[in-house]
Structures are given as structure tokens and as C-alpha cells.
């Protein structure tokens, strides 16, 4: 195994066990989380709870990582973008607003 995979699935643990950690917080259950190659979007999320997040988020700053994770996870609580879900990401991320979303 090559020391690239070996530092990758490390990095690929640690940004999961963050999901783990701001679904606990938020009191939300995925019930599924994993990473795959995404070329139009940083993740998604399904209403069966599948959360799926863009392999590329692993080379952005890790705030940046932080918002998507908060972001997609409160899917599990609010559907929408509407006032709720702005709510809710600034009471858990004030500064949500900082962060450029298009991909």
C-alpha cells in the first residue's frame, strides 16, 4: 500500500468522524456517509438520510469542510434553505455567510 492511500483513507477517517461529531451535536442521524468523486456539487444529501460528500473537499481548508458537513447535515432537519435553515446555521456557525458555496 502506498503511502498516498495510507495518508488519504487517514484523511478521508478524520472527515467522517467530523460528520460523526456534528451529527451528535445537532442531534441528527445520517444513515449513511461516504465520499465519491462529485464534479458539480461539495455534497448532497437524500431524505432517506444518505449524506454523500465531494473527495475534493478533502483539499479545502478545514472550515470550509466544516460548513458543508454543518450545512448537508441540517438537511436532516430542514429540507430547505428557507429562514429555518439560515437560522440554524448561524446559530451553530455565525459566520456561515464567509464561505463561497458554488462549485
Known amino acids: 500500500m502506498s503511502v498516498h492511500s495510507i495518508d488519504s483513507r487517514a484523511r478521508r477517517y478524520a472527515f467522517k468522524e467530523r ?3 456534528w ?3 445537532i ?3 445520517p444513515t449513511q456517509v461516504r465520499m465519491q ?3 458539480r456539487k ?3 444529501c437524500s431524505t432517506r438520510g ?3 460528500f465531494s473527495e475534493d473537499l478533502l483539499r479545502e481548508p478545514e472550515t470550509f469542510q466544516e460548513y ?3 450545512h448537508e447535515l441540517l438537511h436532516l432537519k430542514v429540507p430547505n434553505h428557507g429562514k429555518l435553515f439560515k437560522s440554524l446555521l448561524s446559530a451553530y456557525m455565525p459566520d456561515w455567510k464567509r464561505f463561497k ?3
Open 42 to 44: 461539495w455534497a448532497s
Open 23 to 25: 451529527a451528535k451535536r
Open 19 to 21: 460528520v460523526r461529531v
Open 68 to 70: 458543508v458537513i454543518l
Open 37 to 39: 468523486h462529485m464534479s
Open 101 to 103: 458555496v458554488e462549485r
Open 50 to 52: 444518505w449524506m454523500t
Open 27 to 29: 442531534r441528527v442521524q
